[in-house]
């Protein structure tokens, strides 16, 4: 969507505190032994005390209220019996609604104890996520958000998976502009208009390319195998620069 009213940014704000806030609590809950359908019931019961609705299942009948994905699993993980173990990267995707208004937000982290490499990984995909937020200013190519983490993968060494794009959000789960790169590509000449609601997040990894649907026809894996990160924030383009949506009230 495109803000054009001050209620329209308050209540995206007001969701998107919801979905960082459920997201950090999440992650806070991971520990050795919890099951997945066990850490998504804490994320359904938060949003459900906030008066919102899980947007997966609203919008897409996904079989939870949030998205986790463990080790080898790399987005869209459905909450089961899966139990998480001490070393595990897992990734949490929270979207929800209230009000009419819609907002996404993700991140990545490791169970301790943390290999350097997962925490490097993990170090960099936040890094990768904060620079293409950056990019985001009305006037600018929307192309820059992708051109900008390419660099910066490219220069770490890392790759990005180029079927799972970042997206317009705001009164739908997606919605205009439907696929926005976040890997760099030439063809995209759109511009980011003033008070355009849109994602920013990369998956970046160390080798996989391409996200593989699996037999449940939800989960996604990499092609070829190799770890990879997510980290996503809902955000405003305006004229002096983005404004992120999804912070939530205590950080750290």
Known sequence: MTITEEDDLEGLKAIGRIVANTLQLMSRSVEPGITTLELDEIGRKALELEGAVSAPESVYDFPGATCISVNEEIAHGIPGQRVIRAGDLVNIDVSASRDGFFADTGASLVVPPVHGSLARLCKDGHRAMEIGVAEVRSGQPLAGIGNAIGKFAQAKGYTLIRNLASHGVGRSLHEYPEEIATWPNRKDQRRITKGLVLTVEPFLS???????????????????????????????????????????????
Request: overall charge negative; hydrophobic content about 35%.
């Open 206 to 252: 160390t080798g996989g390319r391409w996200a593989e649907s699996g037999d449940d026809g939800w989960t996604l894996f990499s092609e070829p195998s190799a770890p990879v990160v997510q980290y996503e924030h809902t955000v405003v383009a305006t004229d002096r620069g983005p404004v992120v949506l999804t912070l939530p009230d205590h950080v750290g």
